[in-house]
């Protein structure tokens, strides 16, 4: 259930997308306790590495489209590191999602690595890229 999101990871052809979805509520939910919100993060990256893990050794897919654990926590670090207002949120959805598929230099070399870490990984990979678009574009809209 953990590494499916509850099953979020079995809606078919956008799984990803869906699986981004929780990591924006609980950023809504935890939004006056932002240390809570990050400890929360760190500790589902852990679970959600262990959770990957698993589901691949039963699988035997390296990277079963199922798991989408790596997804929310991808989302919810970066929303750890912004500022938090809902126009910086959709933002960073949206570039998330994008760095995700697009897996630029190192994301998809760190996803062709086997394991739970492999597969957490390249998310937080997409939130590092995410962050700087996202900082960028507010930088450059107030000028």
Same mark, same amino acid.
């Given at each position: 259930?953990?590494?499916?999101?509850?099953?979020?990871?079995?809606?078919?052809?956008?799984?990803?997308?869906?699986?981004?979805?929780?990591?924006?509520?609980?950023?809504? $939910?935890?939004?006056?306790?932002?240390? !809570?919100? #990050? %400890? @929360?993060?760190? +500790?589902?990256?852990?679970?959600? =590495?262990?959770? *990957?893990?698993?589901?691949?050794?039963?699988?035997?897919?390296?990277?079963?489209?199922?798991? $989408?654990?790596?997804?929310?926590?991808? !989302?919810? #670090? %970066? @929303?750890?590191? +912004?500022?938090?207002?809902?126009? =910086?949120?959709? *933002?960073?959805?949206?570039?998330?999602?994008?760095?995700?598929?697009?897996?630029?230099?190192?994301?998809?070399?760190?996803?062709?690595?086997?394991?739970?870490?492999?597969?957490? +990984?390249?998310?937080?990979?997409?939130?590092?890229?995410?962050?700087?678009?996202?900082?960028?574009?507010?930088?450059?809209?107030?000028?």
């Amino acid at each position: 259930m953990l590494g499916t999101v509850l099953y979020l990871g079995h809606v078919p052809a956008v799984s990803g997308t869906v699986g981004s979805v929780p990591g924006v509520v609980l950023w809504w $939910v935890c939004r006056d306790r932002p240390v !809570m919100f #990050a %400890v @929360l993060t760190i +500790l589902l990256f852990v679970l959600g =590495t262990v959770a *990957a893990r698993s589901i691949e050794r039963k699988t035997g897919d390296p990277d079963p489209a199922c798991v $989408v654990i790596d997804e929310m926590v991808g !989302m919810m #670090a %970066v @929303l750890a590191v +912004l500022q938090w207002s809902w126009a =910086t949120a959709v *933002a960073a959805f949206v570039a998330f999602r994008f760095f995700d598929i697009a897996k630029p230099f190192p994301a998809r070399q760190i996803e062709q690595k086997r394991g739970g870490l492999g597969i957490m +990984l390249d998310d937080i990979v997409a939130a590092g890229y995410t962050w700087v678009a996202v900082r960028l574009a507010v930088a450059l809209s107030a000028q």
